[in-house]
């Protein structure tokens, strides 16, 4: 058995941006959290269990961030869920008689009505609807560290011209995890990996030992860190920096021979939402009539081609369990090589959306699985470890400030701030002043007042939302985003006017504060 | 008192009141049918209207169409209603006869109108009213503002505005022509290298985006106005409007120092900080033998990253953000 020689700590970052439409039920957008729950949330959660049913001991962290929590915990939208859920089943039981001619087609059928007819036992029998439980039990028992997120993801490189509003989603971020989690989160993801030094103050003062920035980050820290992203780093305030490992980080995420690639695994692109005829999908599709995903795919990806051949269940594991291989393979003698060059043991971190695994790399959660049981039982050279146990091991790090980064395209912040979007930065700017103003105006303000001053902030911390500004980038759903925009800056604005004229129109601010339900426990005097 | 959104305040009184009139709807069934047809109505007045769009008609149809709805559901709202009511054009008439002569400070905010309608839910059974809001965003705020934020390492985009009230001062130093007889400029100060340079904008922009040439600098950006043509009143080549915040441009390069000989250490557990020389670390350079002084950051991390090419390792294009539905991630694997 060989020696342990070092750490590869996997961090994925669960992330949806708040999506709550009581008024109607025509928003497509809400599918977003039911597709990740049934093909991401519940995959890993399951995937967990039986680790942990088969006694493998794992390591895993994982970021939840502050709307997916209110999501989740949201009765309606749990509702909602099993409504998704019901229909499904309905579908795949259609699928099965539609398909009975053929047979490999027609066991796909069954395999999606038992999976999403399982989906449904566990939300509603198992989890009792609470997936948030789900997740802290593993939390509880070890193997799992949860870790917090800005308020609502926003992104701190555009808003630390006001500070405050950075301190603030750092706060509600810090908050909203206490109340779901019963303690104080050590590490926070950055949304988007934003790194701006002014905000380490803020960590340090709600309690932040860590934060994951992207391998430049690291690299292009100040001065020049000696181990690059396989040791921590920490800044001269005190926050500790790890940096994202790029070759295996490239292993998973390139374009050209990434392993979601892979020609064995599902086609995400091929859904009966769009192949089935029309008249028979249209109570599965959208409301008004459009063809989106219904979550029943039958194809492979296959290769180059728009000729598709059908999905094999067999086939797409045995291709996970080879890229597992090649994953633990490539980590030995990564880690083989680097040992002799660092100080302490070297780690190698490895962050990914969650939402990869099972939503866009529908074999994730079980390539996952795999690769935890051959780290556990092959010989290989090193072990799984969450951040705060590597910073527990080896506290002794080099003083360095992290490069201002983020872990978006060319690594800066383009993304967020180009010509389609960048007229939304100025609104963003006055909001948040125009809420401090409110908080020195109205400090310790009591009964109406004070529900309206806080809604003010729910309404500022939405606006502020990164993903608004990256679906404008990405050219998909913009109208939503920019509603979206519109809407909290405009429920903003108008709250603002109403409190400094002190004519609070209480059916106004009920009606938004019921669309607009998150951050229960928000105190708008964090922008005092 | 301070301002606010005429309109805005306006569709706030509209929809109070219809609500109050749905309160009335659920006492008297007859009420219902009545009420329902004149929020159809007015609905559809309201959206006639905001789409021809010129402010002065559209206040008009407003104050209409309360006054119709006042009448409308009187009889069946009994106090809250009428109180209301009477506010409401109170507060119209005077929001009518103050706009005119307040500053344009309003005139611009007046501009983020937020328009409210009423739907109801078509469903007999279902008695509650809907607020369907609509929002568009202010075209500005009316601030005398400069704000820089860093794109790259090597583009600034900087944002700005002047105010009315500060046009207005400066044309009553400078004469009515001053924004004629002057132009826009940006000065670009580097205050890490002590540099500044300026670059001509034009009027109809409101933002910038800016190459720099140094990346990790302080930069600060200073908004003036150059005389371009005769200006009897203006006797200086440069009048000085704002100034911007200050941000660092990020850094895009391995730093290396060859002056830097120490690193610093620190216990997080403990605090305690202690000072090594680099050489004692990088045990790598020992083995080959390399002399302290001539070693290059780089080409240790060529060693430590064998495999990838450090000058452009960060690119890799993140599909950030976890939205499910950009389809960013999976048209990668095409």
Redesign the interface.
């Known amino acids: 058995m060989q020696e342990k020689k070092g750490y590869v700590s996997f961090v994925l970052h669960a992330h949806l941006p708040f999506i709550h439409h009581p008024e109607s039920d025509d928003y497509l957008e809400e599918s977003w959290l039911y597709e990740a729950i049934s093909e991401t949330y519940i995959p890993l959660l399951t995937n967990f269990q039986k680790l942990v049913d088969e006694g493998v001991n794992f390591r895993i962290t994982m970021s939840m961030t502050p709307p997916l929590l209110s999501m989740l915990d949201n009765k309606l939208l749990q509702k909602k869920y099993i409504n998704y859920l019901n229909q499904l089943i309905e579908l795949s039981e259609k699928e099965i008689k539609r398909t009975a001619g053929d047979e490999r087609l027609n066991q796909l059928a069954h395999y999606y009505f038992d999976r999403y007819s399982n989906d449904l036992h566990l939300f509603k029998d198992v989890y009792k609807c609470n997936l948030i439980e789900a997740f802290k039990h593993f939390q509880d028992i070890g193997v799992l560290e949860i870790i917090t997120c800005g308020a609502t993801h926003g992104y701190f490189p555009i808003l630390y011209v006001n500070e405050k509003t950075v301190k603030a989603q750092i706060a509600v971020g810090v908050q909203t995890y206490e109340r779901y989690f019963g303690r104080k989160p050590r590490g926070i993801w950055l949304p988007e990996c934003g790194y701006v030094p002014e905000a380490d103050k803020y960590l340090k003062e709600f309690g932040i030992d860590y934060i994951i920035t992207e391998t430049h980050g690291i690299l292009y820290a100040d001065p020049t860190p000696l181990y690059g992203t396989f040791a921590p780093i920490v800044s001269p305030e005190g926050v500790i920096a790890f940096g994202r490992d790029i070759e295996s980080s490239r292993q998973v995420w390139s374009s050209i021979n990434g392993y979601p690639g892979d020609f064995n695994y599902r086609e995400f692109y091929r859904d009966i939402g769009y192949d089935a005829d029309y008249d028979y999908i249209k109570p599965y599709i959208a409301h008004n009539g459009v063809r989106v995903h219904t979550g029943i795919k039958y194809y492979r990806i296959t290769g180059k081609t728009e000729f598709k051949d059908y999905y094999n269940i067999q086939w797409a594991k045995d291709s996970a369990e080879k890229q597992a291989g090649h994953f633990l393979d490539c980590r030995t003698a990564q880690i083989g090589n680097l040992v002799q060059y660092t100080e302490n043991p070297p780690i190698v971190l490895c962050p990914y959306d969650a939402e990869l695994y099972g939503h866009w790399w529908y074999e994730g959660p079980y390539w996952l699985y795999i690769l935890f049981k051959k780290i556990y039982y092959d010989d290989c050279n090193f072990e799984l470890i969450t951040p705060s146990e590597y910073i527990d091991k080896y506290p002794n790090m080099q003083v360095c400030s992290p490069c201002r980064s983020s872990w978006g395209a060319n690594g800066y912040s383009e993304v967020w701030l180009n010509p389609t979007n960048d007229y939304v930065h100025r609104h963003l700017h006055v909001a948040g002043d125009r809420m401090c103003e409110l908080a020195h105006l109205y400090p310790n303000a009591e009964g109406l007042k004070k529900e309206a001053l806080n809604q003010c902030a729910r309404e500022l911390l939405l606006a502020q939302s990164s993903d608004w500004l990256f679906i404008i980038t990405n050219g998909t759903m913009v109208d939503y985003a920019k509603k979206r925009i519109k809407d909290h800056i405009g429920r903003f604005t108008k709250l603002y006017y109403q409190i400094k004229d002190d004519e609070i129109d209480e059916e106004f601010l009920e009606d938004i504060g019921e669309k607009d339900c998150v951050f229960a426990d928000i105190d708008y005097m964090i922008y005092y | 008192?301070?301002?606010?959104?005429k309109e805005?305040?306006e569709i706030?009184k509209q929809?109070?009141s219809s609500?109050t009139a749905d309160v009335a709807k659920k006492e008297s069934p007859k009420t219902t049918a009545k009420n329902t047809k004149s929020v159809a109505k007015k609905s559809t007045a309201k959206k006639d209207t905001t789409s021809k769009s010129k402010p002065a008609t559209k206040k008009t149809s407003t104050t209409k169409s309360v006054a119709k709805k006042t009448s409308a559901t009187s009889k069946t709202v009994a106090t809250k209603k009428t109180t209301t009511k009477k506010t409401t054009s109170k507060t119209t008439a005077t929001k009518t006869a103050s706009k005119k002569s307040t500053t344009t400070k309003k005139k611009a905010d007046t501009k983020?109108t937020?328009k409210k309608v009423l739907t109801k839910k078509s469903t007999a059974k279902k008695q509650k009213v809907?607020?369907v809001?609509y929002?568009?965003?202010?075209y500005r705020?009316n601030?005398t503002?400069v704000?820089v934020?860093?794109?790259?390492?090597n583009n600034l985009?900087i944002?700005w505005d002047i105010s009315d009230a500060d046009r207005e001062n400066y044309k009553k130093q400078y004469g009515e022509n001053f924004f004629e007889t002057t132009k826009p400029v940006l000065i670009i100060h580097n205050t890490t290298l002590n540099y500044s340079f300026e670059i001509d904008i034009n009027d109809f922009a409101n933002?910038w985006?800016l190459h720099v040439n140094d990346s990790?600098c302080d930069y600060k950006i200073e908004l003036g106005r150059r005389p371009i043509a005769e200006n009897p009143k203006i006797n200086t080549n440069y009048i000085y409007i704002s100034t911007s915040?200050e941000?660092?441009s990020?850094?895009?390069?391995?730093?290396?120092?060859k002056e830097?000989k120490m690193?610093?250490?620190?216990?997080?557990?403990?605090g305690v900080?202690v000072e090594k020389p680099?050489s004692a670390?990088?045990?790598?350079i020992r083995n080959m033998g390399k002399i302290y002084d001539n070693y290059d950051?780089k080409e240790?991390?060529k060693?430590?990253?064998?495999?990838?090419d450090?000058e452009e390792?960060?690119?890799?294009?993140?599909?950030?953000?976890?939205?499910?539905?950009?389809?960013?991630?999976?048209s990668?694997?095409?």
Do not use: C, W
């Not at chain 2, 008192?1 to 959104?5: D, G, V």
């Not at chain 2, 934020?149 to 390492?153: D, M």
């Not at chain 2, 990020?250 to 120092?257: A, K, T």
């Open positions: 008192m301070p301002r606010k959104t805005t305040n706030i929809a109070k609500n983020s937020t809907d607020i809001e929002y568009d965003l202010p705020y601030q503002v704000k934020l860093a794109q790259t390492p985009f944002y933002s985006y990790k915040n941000i660092e990020p850094n895009d390069h391995v730093l290396f120092n830097q690193v610093y250490f620190r216990n997080t557990k403990t900080q680099i670390n990088l045990s790598f950051i240790f991390y060693v430590l990253y064998k495999n990838e450090i390792f960060y690119d890799l294009s993140n599909p950030s953000s976890g939205n499910p539905s950009s389809g960013s991630l999976s990668k694997f095409k």
